[in-house]
């Protein structure tokens, strides 16, 4: 059965401080997909990545950087010099193919302090 | 790029009544749309798949005569909340899938906040 973990239900940095958000999964599809979504308080899901199991290349992206580890089954996310607007819920979910249905984990609560 | 419209974006409404939510792709043929709810600092678990011209498949524990899901056209899929009661209160969203599966990615709405007294 597909499983997503988030441990970190709540997070609170400073701005500019670096933060990560930790994810790790449980399937036993060799063939899988992963995801990270910001979501607002308004409530709409805001696509960050999608990183297919074969692909372990570390991906940045501006102040946004994810480490894939397979042997670990994580897929950790870093924010850098963290601001404001990065305040939301972040969730990562999972799912067997990018048209499957998705797994999310339960959610980090990222709020940075002014 | 692919764009999914859901509406109402959000709607308070007395127990009792139905409520229908609509998930359009405008513009791309959503063969398949997953209907997802979240409560209140929860996440989001998946309530049902939708198949075009197809009876929706429900999760576990989901009452398929409480939530009707209709998914008549390439375009538009419906979730009508029946005798909505404030249990029912939650954020509820869409995603379609295109043509191309396993590989063509899915495009959330924006979501519906239902709201019941």
């Known amino acids: 059965a597909q499983k997503v973990t988030q441990a970190q239900t709540e997070i609170s940095v400073v701005e500019k401080e670096d933060v990560t958000l930790d994810c790790v999964y449980e399937?036993?599809?060799?063939?899988?997909?992963l995801f990270w979504y910001k979501q607002p308080p308004s409530g709409e899901l805001v696509f960050l990545i999608r990183r297919n199991s074969f692909d372990e290349q570390n991906e940045i992206s501006g102040r946004y950087s994810w480490n894939f580890q397979k042997s670990t089954s994580s897929f950790n996310f870093t924010i850098t010099a963290s601001q404001v607007v990065d305040s939301a819920v972040y969730f990562c979910?999972?799912?067997?193919?990018?048209?499957?249905?998705?797994?999310f984990g339960t959610g980090t609560s990222l709020t940075v302090i002014p | 790029g692919a764009v999914v419209s859901q509406h109402p974006s959000w709607v308070i409404c007395k127990s009792g009544t139905s409520v229908k939510i609509e998930c359009r792709s405008l513009d791309f043929q959503a063969t398949t749309m997953f209907w997802y709810r979240q409560f209140p600092k929860q996440s989001l678990m998946l309530m049902a798949t939708?198949?075009?011209?197809?009876?929706?498949?429900?999760e576990q524990g989901v009452e398929k005569d409480k939530f009707l899901i209709n998914h008549a056209s390439l375009t538009l899929s419906t979730l009508t909340v029946t005798s909505a009661h404030p249990e029912d209160s939650s954020f509820y969203i869409c995603?379609?899938?295109?043509?191309?599966?396993?590989?063509?990615?899915?495009?959330f709405g924006d979501g519906t906040r239902l709201s019941i007294l």
């Open positions: 939708s198949n075009e011209g197809s009876k929706a498949t429900y």
């Open positions: 979910a999972l799912s067997e193919g990018p048209g499957n249905q998705f797994y």
């Open positions: 995603s379609a899938r295109g043509r191309g599966f396993p590989n063509q990615p899915q495009h």
């Open positions: 399937t036993r599809d060799t063939t899988y997909y």
